[in-house]
């Protein structure tokens, strides 16, 4: 794997520190492909319905224990279930007819793992912001060595409606990038010049 230049994105908001990832973690992290650079993704959520809004840094999975440390019935609260199977197809999205390329990272990624991180993706309330690119990459869900990166591929910064645009890229390469075991990788491209990645990782 290629370690490259890692970045913190500061938003307009305040984070608390214990909300940003350690200086070991940040120089932890490689990048799914050559010649491209990471952020830490910060995310913009509430930790209950009626709740002030927060900026919480890290992968879906540290977010969600995060939310779940500060309200202990987020899960309740949102009406969200993790441990349902997740289907891979859902309603018809940008990813249909979308651009792909198979065996890309090198290492694969444990498809059920995968699965399960686009399901998370589409538990997490709020918009999805990143910096200007081009070729930056945040890894926005990783565990057991199986990672999910949202790429920037535009000099511009990036807001999406909503992170099941990204679980939608990460389903479809689930779906044109299977195989006949239980591995995976892949990259699949929106029209809007971004980009999904799945892979193996250090998680």
């Avoid at 992290?29 to 910060?42: N, R, S, V, Y």
């Avoid at 498809?111 to 690119?133: C, D, F, S, T, W």
């Avoid at 990459?137 to 591929?153: D, L, P, Q």
């Amino acid at each position: 794997m290629h370690f490259s230049k890692v970045f913190i994105y500061t938003a307009m908001f305040a984070v608390s520190a214990s909300a940003l990832p350690s200086q070991t973690q940040v120089s932890g992290l490689q990048t799914p492909i050559d010649g491209f650079d990471i952020i830490i993704p910060q995310w913009e959520v509430q930790a209950a319905p009626r709740g002030a809004k927060l900026i919480l840094a890290g992968t879906v999975e540290q977010v969600l224990a995060e939310l779940q440390a500060i309200n202990l019935n987020y899960a309740q609260d949102f009406n969200l279930d993790f441990e349902l199977p997740s289907p891979a197809v859902h309603k018809r999205n940008d990813f249909d007819s979308a651009a792909f390329a198979c065996n890309v990272t090198k290492a694969m990624a444990d498809q059920n793992i995968i699965v399960k991180g686009a399901k998370y993706l589409r538990g997490v309330k709020g918009k999805p912001y990143h910096p200007p690119g081009p070729k930056t990459c945040a890894r926005v869900s990783c565990s057991w060595k199986s990672a999910i990166w949202w790429c920037n591929h535009a000099q511009t910064s990036r807001e999406l409606d909503s992170y099941a645009l990204i679980a939608d890229g990460t389903d479809h390469i689930i779906q044109v990038c299977k195989t006949n075991g239980e591995w995976i990788d892949g990259q699949t491209w929106h029209k809007d010049n971004w980009s999904v990645i799945v892979g193996r990782d250090n998680c």
